[in-house]
């Protein structure tokens, strides 16, 4: 037995046995107050009066009477954009010392999310707490000296007028503590390569230098970074160059689509433990085996509102209607989609991230990502989520024994009889005809769907798939590649989209 895993591994189960049992409601009202209080005096908390709401009878209440929702339009234009012309103090005490670069799914220029000091404390403060979680995993003590390979976007971080500026994988990368770096793989030479590819090629040049025991980041990065060193090497799978490979950590989109094709990649079964760190803030992440849903970070400045999930509440750019109701942590069903809504030490107030998600067990606190406000298909009443489009995905997978790491869907009129129909693209190698594909995934939906059931009976018309290789979904997002990073590929397309989208795999079948 490792004599330092074992250490590690001990101090972990002592911290996880001599913590108490959480109270998730008390924490966010005690969170709530401390957010109030630290931003009373900005230029934010002087205009919609934070102390008046702290002096009030129900804070909680009185918060989401006075404050309006934002999006990051919204709060960007009205308040963010002070901080670019120098001001201070605006929606949080100071300055931020970064910008996290986010272009998520939607629009041409990167948003700019500020990260105060606050806010890296509490993205820290979080890894630590997930580490503390291992302890409910059936983990060996060795494990806990093995290498971890974080693969995220580039560290070296660009400066600019008093700030510097990245993606928060970067940024969270560059503020690693120093006692983590002899963990940390690729190491900060590597992590600070611009070029994706080139720093992927270094990754695997590399490969049989590291005893790698971990993974974390997206799935879609990890399985291309994972591909090219079992080509590099020659290998069957990945497990040939790095036996001890126990856990991946998954994060910025669902792992499950991913699922099949992931594991083709492996020698041996590893356990795959999902996190929700975003631009805002690490929100949650998987605290125990017996579930893949994930906990709320309740106790680490984020404040948390639920907004029930209803088009009706939604405006054509996704924003949220200023008079949809909201509930908070106490008020929540289990079973129910709401739209996020969070206030940060960063300065983000009643601030719509952009993702549903769905209570499992609330006494714990514990979420799943349903999908995006944006990525709700509601074209002719289907009302489809994006967790109903990958659970009729994976039914393809399953039926036909195939793998679809990647699928994006619009609707639109077809030409030819001026009919709404759903348009397909699955990433997939398959001889499976796209006539069979498109009958079985209409059919999934419409048994798993009653609203979608309802729309193909009445305006919408049809169903139609293609299908292209999932290389064709990587080569669209590294053409919006930022510092390194990649551009997650939308789930649902506008038509406006969804025609550059058709436009690029013309021009790729073609080359």
Do not use: C
Request: glycine content about 8%.
């Amino acid at each position: 037995m490792a004599i330092l895993g074992a250490l590690i591994k001990g101090i972990i189960d002592i911290s996880d046995k001599i913590i108490s049992e959480s109270n998730p409601i008390e924490e966010q009202e005690i969170v709530l107050k401390e957010l109030l209080e630290k931003a009373k005096n900005t230029q934010f908390g002087q205009f919609y009066g934070f102390e008046s709401i702290l002096e009030s009878e129900n804070p909680l209440l009185s918060f989401s009477e006075q404050i309006p929702f934002f999006d990051y339009n919204s709060l960007n234009d009205e308040w963010w954009s002070k901080l670019h012309e120098g001001e201070v103090d605006v929606t949080w005490p100071g300055t931020p010392d970064y910008f996290a670069l986010s272009s998520g799914t939607t629009g041409k220029s990167s948003k700019r999310i500020p990260v105060t000091d606050d806010m890296v404390e509490a993205i820290r403060n979080a890894g630590i707490k997930q580490v503390g979680a291992l302890a409910h995993f059936d983990l060996e003590s060795d494990f806990f000296e093995k290498d971890i390979m974080m693969l995220g976007s580039s560290t070296d971080l660009a400066k600019k007028d008093g700030h510097e500026e990245g993606e928060i994988s970067g940024i969270s990368a560059s503020r690693i503590p120093f006692w983590f770096k002899g963990y940390y793989k690729p190491g900060e030479d590597i992590a600070k390569i611009e070029d994706w590819d080139e720093r992927v090629q270094h990754i695997a040049e590399k490969a049989e230098e590291w005893d790698i025991g971990a993974l974390s980041g997206i799935p879609s990065w990890i399985e291309l970074m994972l591909e090219k060193v079992i080509e590099h090497h020659n290998l069957n799978n990945i497990h040939e160059i790095w036996p001890n490979l126990q856990v991946y950590t998954s994060g910025g989109v669902a792992f499950q689509p991913y699922e099949k094709s992931f594991n083709a990649l492996l020698g041996k079964p590893i356990t795959v433990i999902d996190t929700y760190l975003a631009s805002e803030g690490f929100i949650a992440f998987q605290a125990r085996p017996e579930t893949d849903a994930m906990k709320l970070v309740t106790n680490n400045g984020i404040y948390f509102e639920f907004v029930p999930m209803n088009p009706d509440y939604i405006n054509e750019d996704g924003s949220i209607v200023q008079d949809a109701p909201v509930v908070g942590l106490a008020d929540v069903e289990e079973g129910k989609d709401y739209i996020l809504i969070i206030s940060t030490v960063s300065g983000t107030w009643r601030y719509l991230i952009g993702d549903t998600i769905e209570f499992t067990d609330k006494a714990r606190a514990e979420i799943k990502i349903t999908g995006r406000t944006k990525f709700f298909l509601n074209t002719v009443g289907s009302q489809l989520s994006v967790n109903k489009m990958e659970a009729a995905v994976q039914e393809l997978e399953e039926a036909f024994d195939i793998k679809i790491p990647e699928f994006t869907i619009a609707a639109k009129r077809n030409p030819d009889d001026n009919e709404f129909y759903h348009y397909w693209y699955l990433g997939t190698e398959t001889t499976v005809s796209n006539e069979e594909l498109a009958e079985k995934l209409d059919a999934s939906l419409q048994e798993a769907n009653k609203n979608y059931g309802v729309a193909r009976s009445k305006a919408l018309k049809g169903v139609f798939v293609n299908t292209v290789k999932p290389e064709v979904f990587y080569e669209w997002s590294g053409a919006n590649k930022k510092k390194g990073g990649q551009v997650k590929m939308e789930k649902v397309m506008n038509e406006e989209k969804f025609a550059e989208w058709e436009a690029f795999v013309k021009e790729h079948a073609a080359n």
